[in-house]
């Protein structure tokens, strides 16, 4: 009995100090379960798409970038000017070439134009080839009627001087005849507009047609003071 008394009191002291370490370790496992449920929860927030090249529409910021996706930005930006600074190279280039060739008062077009209109006027072109209203110019024949807007074979060059030399060849061709007109005209580098060299009409079966020639009539004013020859109706005189 007296035994049984002495060992009571250490059972009820083993028992007190094994309860609150079970209610400490309790709450020392909730709060741990609480934070791994924010953390758990933190990590699942919204996911944002990997910028690529084809991608990227700026909306991210530069700063939230990564270095791949900094590159695939600077990569498109770059690609995106060249082609702007290309497309403004090539429309400079049009516009410039559609000046110089349709536009310009000196151009090949309008070249074109005015001989074609001087040879219409012509009385002895029409006399060859008929009525002015009715003469067409062209580029080189074809077989196809349908086909005759070919590009008139003309070309500008410049020799050793600066001088630039236009030359043009295109056909002609009326209700009575067609012909093979070529022009020849010089600009030197102190002059604004081209003045003919020579400009002829060549008609099968019939002489060759000068509508200018500089050669004869240089020769012709230089020599024509001083006993030179003179051209009088087509025929040279020396006196």
């Known amino acids: 009995m007296s035994q049984a008394l002495r060992g009571a009191p250490q059972f009820f002291l083993r028992h007190a100090l094994e309860r609150p370490t079970s209610i400490v370790r309790t709450s020392v496992l909730l709060p741990a379960r609480g934070h791994a449920t924010q953390s758990t929860g933190t990590s699942r927030g919204p996911t944002r798409k990997q910028i690529t090249v084809a991608s990227d529409d700026g909306r991210v910021r530069w700063g939230e970038l990564s270095a791949r996706e900094k590159a695939a930005r600077t990569t498109q930006q770059t690609f995106n000017f060249v082609t702007v600074l290309v497309?403004?190279?090539?429309?400079?280039?049009?516009?410039?070439?559609?000046?110089?060739?349709?536009?310009?008062?000196?151009?090949?077009?309008?070249?074109?134009?005015?001989?074609?209109?001087?040879?219409?006027?012509?009385?002895?072109?029409?006399?060859?080839?008929?009525?002015?209203?009715?003469?067409?110019?062209?580029g080189e024949p074809t077989w196809n009627k349908w086909a005759r807007s070919r590009p008139i074979a003309s070309k500008i060059q410049k020799d050793r001087t600066g001088t630039e030399h236009l030359l043009m060849h295109f056909n002609v061709e009326g209700p009575i005849n067609s012909g093979v007109v070529n022009l020849h005209m010089t600009k030197r580098p102190e002059e604004s507009e081209f003045d003919y060299k020579y400009l002829f009409l060549d008609v099968k079966g019939h002489p060759r047609l000068f509508l200018e020639n500089a050669d004869v009539q240089t020769s012709g004013s230089s020599k024509g003071g001083k006993g030179g020859k003179r051209k009088v109706l087509g025929i040279q005189w020396g006196w």
């Open 87 to 138: 497309g403004l190279v090539m429309t400079g280039g049009v516009i410039t070439f559609l000046y110089l060739e349709v536009f310009s008062p000196e151009g090949k077009t309008n070249q074109f134009n005015r001989t074609v209109d001087r040879i219409k006027r012509d009385p002895r072109c029409t006399e060859l080839l008929g009525s002015g209203k009715s003469i067409k110019a062209y």
